[in-house]
């Protein structure tokens, strides 16, 4: 023989305390939360981090622009950490020709390896300072993606922590209530029968 027990915080029973109703009412809305809300709170916030990513690297391509250069000099000397990626580890004088403007010479980032004479892609701003490429579409979707999924997780940790607490909580007031209950029944179990 089987006994029903599922669904019993749902059902009337002598058993059921307040306490119960609640956590089962808690246990729904943390179920609604976490599948529902959580993935729509790490959606809103990457399509939000795609935008502004998106708009911040179509204003660095406007503000940057590439010249193919070549490596002259000495070899190129490395960057220090802060100012370097893998990349683009070295500093070195490049040379190139710009229409209208005759033959520049300039300090850039060039890829690590290069070598003096080597022609190499280097991007400047507008002031001529040596500057990183923009950011293209694989790293506008990275930073969407990782942008979603951080808000997502810290989202669902947020929800599991507040039901975490109130677990906690409802634990509380159930042993109260227990011990009220018991305070009302418990005389009549513990008198010695004469």
Do not use: C, K
């Amino acid at each position: 023989m089987r006994t029903g027990v599922r669904g019993w915080r749902w059902r009337r029973n002598p058993l059921r305390r307040r306490s119960d109703v609640v956590e089962a009412w808690t246990v729904l809305i943390v179920a609604v939360l976490l599948f529902v809300v959580t993935p729509l709170v790490g959606v809103a916030a990457g399509l939000r981090a795609h935008d502004t990513a998106r708009s911040l690297a179509a204003t660095q391509r406007a503000e940057r622009h590439q010249v193919r250069a070549r490596v002259i000099g000495a070899p190129p000397e490395r960057l220090s950490s802060e100012q370097s990626d893998r990349a683009y580890a070295y500093r070195a004088q490049v040379r190139w020709s710009e229409p209208g403007r005759g033959i520049r010479t300039a300090w850039a980032r060039v890829p690590a390896g290069t070598r003096t004479g080597d022609t190499v892609s280097v991007w400047f701003d507008a002031r001529g300072r040596s500057v990183a490429p923009p950011p293209g579409d694989t790293a506008v979707w990275q930073h969407t993606v990782t942008v979603g999924l951080v808000a997502a997780g810290g989202s669902a940790a947020l929800v599991l922590l507040g039901h975490a607490v109130e677990r906690r909580i409802a634990l509380r007031h159930r042993l109260a209530e227990w011990e009220r209950e018991w305070a009302r029944t418990g005389p009549r179990w513990t008198q010695p029968r004469a």
